[in-house]
């Protein structure tokens, strides 16, 4: 952990994928909250079948799922999430006749149950 | 919020996905519950890597997973994923030799720590 | 339910990802905790646009979420998890010059609100 995914709609055509990943980490790394660098875990995939609403219109959208062990307080997720909203605002900039939604969630990965393991270890 | 990812495997050929995901949104816009149809960010992902169980029949599913932001009530995230399902049952009939399974999921996202930004503001 | 999905860095060519999800639904019918086999519903997706930490070097993960309905125990869940993760330690094997995390993570979907309708019925 933490494990992040990053799901967008492939009409983004200007979105350079491998710098915003990159970014993402750092603001995680940033964040002080994550002791070693290599435990953040991100991919993003492209969806090339969406669908924003029921109206007619040009519409995107950018969904980071950032997921964390369980325990840590509401304002630090707070915090995180609106760190990771500025990295995707940055990245992801307006564009005139396209109705765009970033977005960011934290969830609790259940502590008890998670397992992992480093290789070589 | 919401929202909605449909995943499928990927040996239900006769689906149209791009008719499903919209009406899989105007049973959201019908529920009531969003007040903004454009809300609605519904992706779709078909998997060509899957195994239903372990024995070597011809199966097949689409699930989905509706996140909304937490604070409703079980009587309505029931509702909501029985018009969910009601809907995946008439895009995807069955067909002879194959066992087919349709779920629906709806889960909670936590309310305080999500964060959007819809661009142009 | 259960529903399994295996995520996993698209740098690890040697992995037989039909085989390995194979495996991993006879783990969990041998856990003795899923009536019918024909429950288990695992897909797996490869991610090309990935990156691990912000270091420079080699690195590869595989992460498998294993989704069940509420109301099992923790002691059950981390039975399940292990299970899994021996699964996944077989399958992928540590490489010399790749950094590699295997990770299993078992989380709950809301009972009340599932549904599910399996045709032919």
């Known amino acids: 952990m933490p494990h992040l995914n990053l799901e967008y709609s492939d009409n983004l055509p200007e979105l350079n994928v491998d710098v915003l990943l990159l970014r993402l980490n750092h603001a995680l790394v940033g964040s002080g909250q994550f002791a070693d660098e290599a435990d953040i875990k991100s991919r993003a995939q492209a969806f090339s079948q969406f669908r924003v609403g029921t109206a007619p219109a040009q519409r995107a959208f950018a969904h980071v ?57």
């Open 65 to 121: 799922r950032l997921a964390i062990l369980s325990g840590r307080s509401p304002a630090l997720k707070k915090q995180l999430s609106e760190g990771l909203l500025d990295v995707l605002r940055e990245a992801i900039p307006a564009q005139a006749g396209l109705d765009l939604q970033l977005c960011v969630e934290v969830l609790d990965m259940d502590r008890d149950s998670y397992v992992k393991l480093r290789l070589p270890s």
